[in-house]
Each structure stands twice: as C-alpha cells, then as structure tokens.
C-alpha cells in the first residue's frame, strides 16, 4: 500500500491512494488528518464512505479499483506549510518552485525538468515551501498537534497556520490544483514504477532457506515447537547448525524464538 503525494506550485497539497481492493467493507486508514471530506471513486465512479476516526471506511461490493483523494489538515509558520503523516510509503511528487524539507525517510529520488519525485517511508513530517513567493494567507491552527521540521517554528494556538484550499478533482483524473501540472494518468504510472522501487528499498534480504533450514522447520510443524538442543537431538545435527538454521527461520518469519529458563525455544509461524 503506498499514497501518492501531491505538492503543486501554488501551495495546494493532495493526497491520493488508487489500488485494487477486494470485500464488502475496507477499512483504510488515512495517513494524516483530513480538512475536508475524501473524495472516493469506485471503477471511476464516485461513492459514500464513512471516516470512523483516522479510518476510512470504502463500500468495495467485490473487487475494484478503488481512487481515494483528499487534502490533508497542515500547519505553517515561517512560510514553511507541514504536516504529519503515519507509518507506510510514500510517493511524493513536488511541481516546479516547491522546495522539499521532509522529516520521512527517503528511500530514492529523481529529479527532472524541476519537478521531484522522491519515495518515502513514514511516519514523520512532509514540509514544503514555495521558493520565491510569499508565504500563503494564513487562519488559525485548529490541530496544534501538526508540527514543523526542525528548522521551522511550530505551530501552536497562537501561531498562525494556513488551510489550503482543496483542489477539485473529476473522475476524469486531472486536479485544478495543478495548474497545468502533471496529469493524474501520469501519477498512476509513476506510482506503478515507485511501488516496485520502494518494496525493493526498504525490504530486507531475506536469506534463502536450505534443505537443513526445511527440515528443521517439518520438525517444528509436527511438534509444535522445541527448544533447539531438542531440534538437533532429534535430527541428529549439530547445535550451530539448528542454531543457523533456526535464525534463517526466524528472519525469513516462518519462526519465533522465545527464552524460556535461559533456553531457545522455537515455535513455527
């Protein structure tokens, strides 16, 4: 699951998920508070959703397409717009005249034509300016919890925070906000690429199983689980071997380990 992020050149930021969903009911959370309410599509077709709290709840009937769309509540403060968003990846996409100045971690980034396109693993802060311009028009804060980047002064209650205004967006896929930016087919595609990119980043590697580490964990599977010397007293292996083979299992998660009286017991998963 990745959400695609939005940030145009005129201060507007729009969040945006479209992936294939099946089940009656799916919950989705929101990685960041909404100002307003989310627009959902389902096959291109817009349909209600219920926004239980910090979830999402989409009307899926099966399997769909579902596009989610929303613009999320931020802060400002020294011409710096911010807000927070979860744990989970990200694909943000910055328009020409938006300097990034993101807390996330980044995962890989490219740069063309002026325009950026970064991946990110959350959670933390997205923050953004726009470079030679004003800061935005600014309302008071009504989430003090949003905070800005180090560098930047929070804002707070007596703070002044903007709110931009939510870009329209038609089930055709091209947001107003953009003014000419990229258009949303593109978007798709480059979240197509960026998924495949990010699972590849941020994913450990992950040790290939010999025939020991399968043996092993058939052993694990019948018995339920068993401390290791009781592993290689059974198998007739060495205990470095169960010891190895035990942390193969365990990294690729087909395993747990548990002390117990000071001794490796290993239950399969």
């Known amino acids: 699951m990745i959400w695609v992020v939005l940030l145009f050149a005129n201060g507007s930021v729009l969040l945006v998920f479209n992936q294939t969903l099946a089940g009656s009911i799916y919950g989705l959370p929101l990685p960041s508070p909404p100002l307003s309410a989310p627009l959902v599509l389902n096959n291109g077709t817009p349909v209600p959703a219920v926004l239980n709290g910090s979830t999402l709840e989409v009307p899926v009937l099966g399997?769909?397409?579902?596009?989610?769309?929303?613009?999320p509540r931020v802060s400002a403060s020294g011409g710096v717009i911010s807000f927070n968003v979860s744990k989970g990846l990200y694909l943000i996409w910055a328009q020409g005249g938006v300097l990034l100045l993101p807390t996330v971690k980044i995962l890989n980034y490219t740069k063309t034509n002026g325009t950026v396109l970064l991946i990110a693993e959350g959670p933390g802060t997205i923050a953004y300016t726009i470079q030679g311009t004003p800061a935005p028009a600014t309302t008071p804060a009504s989430s003090p919890s949003n905070t800005a980047p180090s560098g930047a002064t929070p804002a707070s209650d007596t703070t002044p925070a903007s709110r931009t205004p939510a870009p329209t967006a038609s089930p055709g896929g091209t947001s107003s906000a953009s003014s000419g930016g990229l258009p949303f087919v593109w978007v798709l595609l480059a979240v197509a690429v960026?998924?495949?990119?990010?699972?590849?980043a941020s994913r450990r590697r992950?040790?290939?199983?010999?025939d020991t580490d399968r043996l092993v964990l058939s052993?694990?599977?019948k018995t339920g689980g068993a401390y290791e010397s009781d592993i290689a007293r059974a198998l007739g292996l060495p205990r470095t071997t169960v010891f190895k083979s035990v942390?193969?299992?365990?990294?690729?998660?087909?395993?747990?380990?548990?002390?117990?009286?000071?001794?490796?017991?290993?239950k399969p998963k």
């Open 247 to 266: 942390r193969r299992l365990e990294q690729t998660g087909l395993a747990t380990v548990e002390k117990r009286d000071g001794r490796n017991f290993v």
């Open 219 to 221: 052993y694990l599977r």
């Open 194 to 200: 960026a998924v495949a990119v990010a699972v590849l």
């Open 63 to 71: 399997k769909a397409l579902i596009t989610v769309e929303y613009v």
């Open 206 to 210: 992950v040790p290939q199983l010999n």
